[in-house]
């Protein structure tokens, strides 16, 4: 069964402390892995795609990678309006379903 | 950019009430998606649709049902509404493979 798990489930940092949001996934061939941004009551906000693994993918202070089994979400010096929750999903081959973790909820404090 | 537009933003209904949502994309986007948000539980696909008058069922299909008439519209619709579909419901549209677009979500509570 195609799964996708983020972790960890919630994080609080300081703002410049750089830290790494985990998502692992399960899928039967990956045609697409996707990161979203969500700000509360607002629908996801797209960041990136990554296709095969060695892939990085870059904007402003977010660096997204991926291997075969797991991506990263990288986060340099963050800022408080870094503060969201960040969501992973993968689309397998032969679908064109997206399936979801259920997120990283993300807190910078100034 | 793609704009996905959900009817609206805060719905309240009663218990058996026959509701719909109604998602527009204007990116002549051939994939249509439903999804219910809820908190611990991640997004979860309802259904979602690859062309016009086509539907297939997601994770969570009962007490839903869609409709898909046009291309560029994508309708959910609860049969009878139950306290327990009370939940942010969110549209996407994607072409092919590829990024989704998401709408801004219709945060649904039924009574």
């Known amino acids: 069964e195609d799964q996708v798990t983020q972790s960890p489930e919630a994080l609080r940092l300081q703002e410049g402390e750089s830290s790494s949001l985990n998502c692992s996934y399960t899928?039967?061939?990956?045609?697409?892995l996707f990161w979203y941004r969500q700000d509360p009551g607002k629908g996801p906000e797209f960041l990136f795609t990554?296709?095969?693994a060695g892939e990085e993918k870059e904007k402003e202070r977010l660096k997204a990678t991926l291997t075969k089994k797991e991506s990263f979400l990288h986060i340099t010096a963050p800022k408080p309006e870094d503060s969201a929750t960040y969501l992973c999903?993968?689309?397998?081959?032969?679908?064109?379903?997206?399936?979801f973790g259920t997120g990283t909820r993300l807190k910078v404090l100034a | 950019d793609v704009k996905v537009t959900q009817s609206s933003r805060y719905l309240v209904k009663r218990t058996g009430e026959k509701v719909f949502l109604e998602c527009v994309q204007d990116?002549?986007?051939?994939?249509m998606f439903w999804y219910r948000q809820d908190p611990g539980l991640g997004l979860r696909l309802i259904y979602f649709?690859?062309?016009?008058?086509?539907?297939e069922k997601g994770d969570i299909p009962e007490g839903y049902s869609v409709s898909r008439e046009k291309k560029e519209r994508f309708s959910l619709i609860l049969e009878s509404a139950s306290t327990n579909q009370t939940s942010m419901y969110l549209c996407?549209?994607?072409?092919?493979?590829?990024?989704?677009?998401f709408g801004q979500g219709t945060r649904l509570t039924v009574v």
């Open positions: 996407a549209s994607s072409l092919g493979t590829g990024k989704a677009f």
């Open positions: 899928v039967s061939g990956l045609r697409g």
């Open positions: 990554l296709y095969s």
């Open positions: 999903a993968v689309q397998a081959s032969g679908t064109y379903k997206y399936i």
């Open positions: 990116m002549d986007h051939e994939n």
């Open positions: 649709s690859y062309d016009v008058k086509m539907k």
